[in-house]
């Protein structure tokens, strides 16, 4: 008789289809061996555990995100998100996406385990490369799995013409050079030597509103005072920099 049960209890669990939660019990001790489990295997041994390679699933990752939206402060992007509840929250990857172009840009460490509402908050500071920018959240667990938040935009529309101080500035051999557009322009970018002759050309093409950075390599030229100058529509402005070997 105990031998007929055994087998109507084995045919019972490894009928129920994959992927359905259960709770399973030892026929004989009773012992709960999982609450909320979900099945990824056919075959369940009678004491609790499973055989032939399968394993007891997580389900859903265990944070509820309730909120996460972004704001635009100034040339930053401040990005705001509230948890209902976490269970073994490692912590949110912050990435950022031009042109459908997706790239990691931060981490903000979790709280693990937690009953109560937390707040969470990063900024990008002057994000550049066009006019909107996208954001998303991934939600990685103490065992390295992962869930995306949904997206949120942010459109970053510069209302007129500007080229930026290059940083670092004196360098040695590279430098930055920001700038940004009200509309799409046909921008060139040249350097010149201090005595007006030119060196370089960065940049010739038509460039889409927004705000812009490109690297300048100086490692073939000598120490001394270079000029930058931009012409995008009716804008033209020069800047100095310096060069220190």
């Known amino acids: 008789m105990k031998n007929i049960f055994f087998l109507i209890l084995l045919f019972a669990i490894t009928s129920i289809t994959r992927s359905q939660s259960l709770m399973v019990f030892d026929a004989e001790t009773n012992i709960d061996v999982g609450i909320g489990a979900d099945i990824c295997a056919d ?20 944070v509820e995100l309730v909120s996460f939206n972004a704001l635009l402060v100034k040339n930053n992007v401040e990005l705001n998100w ?27 460490e979790g709280h693990g385990n937690s009953n109560s509402p937390k707040f969470y908050s990063f900024t990008d500071k002057i994000p550049v490369g066009g006019s909107k920018f996208q954001y998303r959240l991934k939600q990685v667990d103490t065992d390295g799995k992962y869930e995306y938040s949904d997206i ?7 209302d007129k013409f500007a080229l930026f ?23 060139v970018l040249t350097i010149y030597d201090i005595l007006g002759e030119k060196v370089t050309e960065l940049l010739n093409e038509n460039i889409e509103a927004g705000v812009y950075e490109i690297e300048f390599n100086a490692k073939s030229l000598p120490s001394g005072t270079y000029i930058y100058r931009i012409s995008a ?13």
């Open 233 to 245: 529509e009716n804008f033209v402005e020069t800047k100095k920099m310096i060069l220190l070997r």
């Open 43 to 62: 075959v369940v041994t009678i004491n609790g555990t499973y055989s032939g390679g399968g394993t007891l699933c997580n389900g859903p990752l265990p």
């Open 165 to 187: 101080q290059n940083y670092p500035n004196p360098f040695n051999p590279t430098t930055t050079i920001r700038y940004q557009l009200p509309k799409e322009s046909k921008v």
């Open 152 to 158: 949120v935009e942010v459109e970053m529309l510069p």
């Open 82 to 108: 509230k948890t209902e509840t976490e269970v073994n929250n490692y912590g949110f990857e912050i990435e950022r996406s031009i042109n459908n172009n997706w790239k990691k840009i931060g981490f903000v």
